[in-house]
């Protein structure tokens, strides 16, 4: 048998369970028979540190380790060989891309007269790194979850005091100028409880109350709440489609996703500017993932979008956008808004997408599924999304 045909299973073999699990691990396997001598290498191996080049000839360890460490690789190797150890673990690189790589090597018995063998595990640490950042993510969500419950209850005791005392204040001024100032403070305390569900939905899972409701009367509720937010140097301007259907989410929810996206495009723009609030009625093509080519079938949306004249992003800053605890404000914001967003609209069935390039501004459409029965006969087709889309909904613009 040529030395080439020895690295990999030949279509002439009989595979045996054993191989076949052999080749197709998902972690990277070697079989070495000497410090110059690899008989086996699955197809994981393979592409994590790109060998198929070397496949037409004899290769020994030392090829499959990083230049810096094939030396010490060798060494570790012929000591397992020589019985001066049973295994070891050797840190390295990826000779492909340079991606940390974790080499784990043992002698194995050859059975029936064979002579023994080291087996070796390649582990792609740069992998590793990003699930354990995953986990050390959920489990900092779950900590603000607890905090937060706690935070709620106490809150909530504060807000009740303010609201009783306010609606004493407001049938005292009963035909009073001064009561639509105590009405705006009632509106705002109304505002600070809805808050307090949006970190809790964005930790942990919160009862909603879903109905029928027109996004144009949740823009209409907050007009005057916004205007405040945002400042004088910035123009809020409505464009709100008289014929919006409905759609049936949790009236808070829906309060929060253009709380949020507001106060997103009030800070980008420190110097002033103008933001856009839109609702339309749209039309959104359903892909499916067997044969998007075949798909027809049309969903009606109510388009919810806050657009802005800021600073705008990057495609790196858009491609975080939705992760928990990720800001640009630096210490000033706690990366809960959009992520907040995020999960509000996909748990209502909807998309969210970002449009945004570093000095030319920022919109971000929403797209919520209307209401069958109030969907109107006449629809506009979905906007174009060519950057960033998320959501259970695929689509495409349709004419």
């Known amino acids: 048998m040529s030395a080439a045909a020895e690295f990999s299973w030949t279509s002439a073999e009989c595979k045996s369970e054993l191989q076949l699990a052999f080749d197709a691990a ?35 360890f030392k090829d499959l380790l990083h230049f810096e460490d094939g030396v010490d690789g060798e060494r570790l190797l012929r000591e397992i060989f020589d019985g001066k150890c049973e295994h070891f673990q050797l840190d390295s690189k990826s000779p492909a891309d340079g991606r940390p790589v974790r080499w784990r090597a043992w002698r194995v018995p050859g059975g029936e007269g064979k002579p023994d063998y080291t087996l070796a595990i390649a582990e792609d640490l740069q992998e590793s790194s990003e699930s354990e950042h995953r986990i050390r993510q959920a489990q900092r969500l779950e900590t603000v979850g607890r905090l937060a419950s706690g935070v709620a209850h106490d809150f909530n005791n504060l807000l009740t005091g303010i609201l009783l005392y306010c609606d004493l204040m407001m049938e005292s001024l009963t035909g009073h100028p001064a009561r639509k100032y105590a009405e705006e403070i009632r509106s705002a305390g109304m505002q600070g409880a809805g808050l307090v569900k949006q970190l809790l939905a964005v930790t942990r899972p919160s009862n909603c109350e879903p109905r029928l409701l027109s ?58 500017g103008e933001i856009k609030v839109e609702t339309r009625n749209c039309r959104v093509q359903i892909l499916t993932e067997a044969n998007p080519a075949s798909s027809s079938a049309i969903l009606p949306c109510a388009l919810f979008a806050v657009e802005d004249n800021g600073a705008g992003m990057d495609a790196t800053t858009r491609s975080h956008l939705f992760e928990a605890f990720y800001t640009t404000k630096g210490g000033k914001g706690n990366g809960l808004g959009l992520a907040t967003v995020h999960d509000i609209v996909t748990g209502n069935g909807g998309l969210i997408h970002v449009d945004s390039a570093p000095a030319r501004g920022t919109r971000v459409s929403v797209l919520l599924p209307l209401v069958p ?24 613009e349709k004419e």
Not at 26 to 31: D, Q, Y
Not at 241 to 267: E, K, S, W, Y
């Open 373 to 396: 029965e109030t969907a109107p006969n006449s629809l506009h087709p979905s906007p174009t999304l060519p950057d960033r889309q998320d959501g259970p909904l695929s689509h495409t």
């Open 215 to 272: 996004l144009n009367d949740i823009a209409e509720s907050m007009r005057n709440l916004l205007l405040r937010l945002i400042g004088e140097n910035i123009k809020l301007e409505f464009r709100l489609d008289p014929d919006l259907g409905l759609i049936r989410m949790d009236q808070t929810q829906a309060q929060q996703i253009l709380l949020n996206l507001v106060l997103n495009a009030r800070d980008a723009m420190i110097g002033g």
């Open 26 to 60: 998902p972690i990277g396997l070697v079989e070495c028979h000497g410090v110059s001598d690899v008989r086996v290498l699955n197809s994981a191996l393979e592409r994590l540190i790109g060998i198929r080049p070397l496949m037409d000839h004899a290769i020994s």
